[in-house]
């Protein structure tokens, strides 16, 4: 089937500024009438399940299951949460669906809502996103205005109130539950699971929380069909899905793409290849906590299975690429230090192990690097994956084991050179 763009259709439309009035015009709140009176719930959730709908926030879970799972039975509230944290670096994808279509992500809220059977939601906005933030208070005014949202849903009997919650910049609170202490107004501290949110999440009711890009794809799920989009890309990876390409690429910037596009293509035709007309080096395809690629890697297609056969994972969807002149020993000095930084502390193996990968590797980087540290880091790595709260140890110490396992040899040189070999010689 041919692949059509469906979430950023509307950018090749001329002067289109997502008002409510130009979304309608061109398609929008189509979906969610049809929802509400031609589908019931369990026939939505049904609907989303075939359609193989997964997770675009990073983990990639099946959006469908994700929502089977609110007990039907429950006499607490419902609630759904879109999380536009967009915290993973490399990704910039969310920021620009909530600024330039926010209506396709309200009524994806809506339907969403409604197949739960929730009559209050919320979207936790990243707290740097300031006119995000207010083009979605602008977005949901209007939605009230023309009975989108409120009481009594185009004459359907359906409520539902949606509100923007803004984070104050915390890396930790894109993990689900670390979202959910956030909103409660707690610190941003991940949650022991089980519970999961869907049985005890946001004020320990049955909660839903799902990425912005994932929302954006429900309507047109709901109004072409879940065959037409499991139609799209790779069985287990259907579906279209925007890639946030950065570094040294010609055409840096987003790309709604199918899964069964190889890195190859997504950054030699796409993006334009490398710029300055030098030599890929690494890849990571995922944001920053995904294991990173090389050249060997660039037949890989960018679906779930296929990177996670290749040693590394789809993650948030930012890829970002690294030409000749980049120094790994650098940019893992850089990530560690990203991650020791947002670590919120409650784990040890976390809070001490983030610490140290980054002092290791700082010194590594500086020319006072010692032979053993390169097996001191990867035996830290493994006593920081699996055992924490959250992935956020797993998020540190995977890429550093990438880059150990694909140049050793840079490390190495590091060390037996007392300096960085690619010091003043243009290195990024």
């Known amino acids: 089937m041919a692949f059509e763009k469906i979430l950023t259709r509307y950018k090749d439309i001329p002067n289109y500024t997502g008002t409510i009035d130009e979304y309608i015009a061109h398609g929008g709140y189509q979906a969610l009438p049809k929802a509400l009176r031609e589908l019931q719930p369990a026939q939505l959730i049904e609907e989303v399940k075939k359609s193989e709908l997964r997770g675009r926030g990073g983990a990639g879970f099946p959006c469908g299951v994700k929502w089977g799972f609110i007990p039907k039975d429950s006499s607490k509230p419902k609630y759904l949460v879109c999380n536009s944290d ?5 990704t910039f994808k969310d920021r620009m669906l909530i600024e330039e279509e926010p209506h396709q992500l309200i009524e994806g809220i809506v339907i969403s809502s409604y197949a ?3 009559h209050l939601a919320f979207i936790y906005c990243r707290g740097e996103f300031v006119h995000g933030a207010r083009v979605l208070q602008r977005a949901l005014a209007d939605a009230y205005a023309r009975g989108y949202l409120g009481k009594n849903i185009l004459g359907s009997g359906f409520d539902l109130d949606v509100y923007v919650h803004r984070g104050a910049g915390a890396y930790i609170c894109g993990e689900e539950t670390g979202l959910l202490e956030s909103l409660e107004g707690k610190r941003g501290q991940p949650r ?10 946001l004020y320990r009711c049955p909660t839903v929380v799902n990425n912005v890009e994932t929302l954006c794809n429900i309507p047109h799920i709901v109004i072409r069909g879940a065959e037409w989009y499991a139609g799209i890309g790779p069985s287990k990876s259907t579906g279209p899905r925007i890639f946030s390409v950065s570094g040294h690429v010609e055409r840096p910037g987003n790309y709604e793409l199918p899964m069964s596009i190889t890195l190859r293509e997504l950054i030699f035709e796409d993006a334009g290849g490398i710029s300055n007309g030098r030599r890929l080096k690494a890849v990571i395809p995922g944001g920053s906590s995904a294991p990173v690629l090389t ?3 660039l037949d890989v297609t960018m679906d779930f299975e296929s990177l996670g056969a290749a040693g590394t994972m ?5 890829v970002i690429v690294m030409d000749d002149t980049v120094c790994m020993v650098r940019v893992g000095e850089i990530v560690s230090r990203f991650y020791h930084h947002e670590s919120c502390g409650q784990c040890t193996q976390c809070r001490e192990g983030t610490a140290w990968l980054h002092k290791i590797l700082h010194r590594i980087e500086r020319g006072q690097g010692r032979k053993e540290d390169l097996d001191l880091l990867l035996d830290m790595c493994d006593n920081m994956k699996g055992k924490t709260i959250c992935v956020l140890s797993d998020a540190a110490a995977m890429p550093i084991e990438s880059y150990l396992k694909y140049f050793r040899e840079e490390f190495e040189a590091h060390v037996r050179e007392r300096a960085c070999p690619f010091e003043g010689k243009g290195a990024s």
């Open 192 to 201: 022991m699971k089980p519970p999961f949110p869907a049985i005890s999440g």
């Open 86 to 90: 967009e915290s993973e670096p490399g």
């Open 116 to 118: 739960i059977g929730c």
């Open 314 to 318: 789809g993650g948030s969807g930012g």
């Open 295 to 297: 050249e060997q890697h």
